[in-house]
């Protein structure tokens, strides 16, 4: 065998990622559907976040700001552990899934309350007042006048910081998730051979290549004027 | 409840163990934060180049190391390597794929606000003597870097907490000895304390951060 072919044989080995694929297959959907609860209810949490900032009751607003502070500040994989292995301890015994999905669900959750807040604030005040001034309540206003802007504005932020927390589903390897990452890691030690290594990463580009595109076109499509 | 999740007895003989694995982390970023920026400013003055065959690569560079999960690159280092005889270890391997990581995401950022500088600007400082290269180093980076600093903020920031994956290659920095400590004790103190270790080392940086943010939102 010449270098190449060993190189070949050994991370492009056919038959070891035809026998693997279905496993990899099952851990892709996995995934998937990891990354779209987590991109759900992380946004919709950090959206309701930032309406409740808008009420502007102190103690509540005190309280959201640690909240965010702490989740932007602490590792996605400390939450992880933390939630798994001292869950047990508080008598409540998540799955590695649900472990996974609540603490990049609550991680992204924080950093789009900020990034919402902050695309509030940037509508100007006169859109408010004018808004009110024509008969709508507060809620209308922020519904139908405010939030329709401030979320524009935030796409871009958003978009970037969803895409990278998206990819932290991988951590859910380390608390026995059977995902991408996982799936192929098993799949290496069953073959010693690191060819589901390879597929797995090619399953990673095929989701994700696209995503970050598309993460591109949206910075110059909703980008600021300046 | 909080007699389980803050056992002073526990977090008192952790905290030596901790203490180390800190020093780990704060290594691990003080060494991956100057490479990864430095190559993160490679890449992004690369790509101000005209020619597209030095552009295209740098593009598939960036969106490749940006689709790719850190962890999976650091898995794929240390466990997928090794079959092809280059055994790195744990160190290395770190250091390795969190500087493919982080140099992609610096470049993204640094090329941003090399592109945010008016061309004028360029221009202007080439008219007046000045080398392409010195143009570069004393107009229009140093306004570059004014204009993205939050998000040169932000991803340091991200930097440090990446660091944290290091613990799934058994390198032993501050997460690493946390869940040592927790699987010797049974008792989950030790992370808690470790989670504490990380807010207080952070928080500084994101409440910085919050403040950068607003202040470039209330500018514009």
Do not use: C
Not at chain 2, 194 to 218: K, M, N
């Amino acid at each position: 065998m010449t270098r190449w072919e060993r190189f070949l044989d050994t991370f492009f080995n056919v038959e070891v990622m035809a026998r693997y694929l279905p496993k990899i297959a099952e851990g892709f959907v996995v995934t998937v559907e990891l990354a779209l609860l987590v991109v759900v209810s992380g946004l919709a949490l950090g959206l309701l976040l930032a309406v409740v900032r808008t009420l502007r009751v102190r103690v509540l607003n005190a309280l959201i700001v640690l909240y965010v502070d702490l989740f932007r500040a602490l590792p996605p994989l400390v939450v992880i552990v933390l939630v798994y292995f001292g869950g047990p301890a508080a008598g409540w015994s998540p799955s590695g899934f649900v472990a996974t999905w609540l603490s990049l669900a609550v991680v992204l959750s924080a950093f789009a309350e900020e990034i919402f807040w902050a695309g509030i604030l940037a509508v100007p005040r006169g859109q408010w007042e004018a808004a009110r001034s024509t008969g709508l309540g507060a809620l209308q206003t922020l519904g139908w006048v405010v939030l329709p802007q401030a979320v524009r504005m935030t796409v871009p932020p958003l978009t970037n910081r969803t895409i990278a927390i998206t990819k932290g589903t991988a951590l859910g390897s380390v608390v026995a998730v059977s995902e991408i990452l996982s799936s192929a890691q098993t799949a290496v030690s069953f073959s010693f051979n690191p060819s589901p290594l390879t597929l797995g990463a090619a399953a990673y580009l095929v989701l994700f290549i696209p995503v970050v595109m598309l993460g591109r076109w949206v910075e110059t499509r909703f980008a600021w004027k300046r | 409840m909080l007699q389980t999740f803050f056992d002073l007895d526990i977090m008192r003989a952790a905290l030596p163990y901790l203490l180390q694995g800190l020093w780990t982390t704060l290594l691990l970023v003080a060494l991956v934060v100057p490479l990864g920026l430095a190559g993160g400013l490679i890449v992004a003055l690369l790509s101000t180049s005209r020619r597209r065959s030095v552009r295209w690569p740098l593009v598939v560079y960036v969106d490749f190391f940006r689709a790719f999960p850190p962890l999976v690159l650091l898995i794929f280092i240390y466990a997928g390597l090794p079959f092809a005889g280059l055994e790195l270890g744990a160190f290395a391997s770190v250091a390795i794929g969190f500087f493919l990581n982080t140099s992609s995401y610096y470049g993204e950022i640094l090329r941003a606000g090399i592109e945010s500088v008016a061309r004028g600007q360029m221009e202007a400082a080439r008219s007046t003597g000045l080398t392409k290269a010195q143009a570069m180093a004393w107009v229009v980076l140093p306004q570059a870097v004014r204009n993205v600093l939050p998000d040169l903020v932000g991803n340091t920031l991200e930097v440090a907490k990446l660091t944290s994956l290091a613990s799934v290659v058994a390198l032993p920095e501050l997460l690493f000895a946390a869940r040592s400590a927790q699987s010797l004790t049974f008792n989950p103190s030790p992370i808690v304390l470790a989670a504490l270790i990380y807010f207080v080392l952070l928080w500084p940086f994101v409440r910085l951060l919050s403040r950068l943010e607003h202040r470039t939102l209330a500018g514009r």
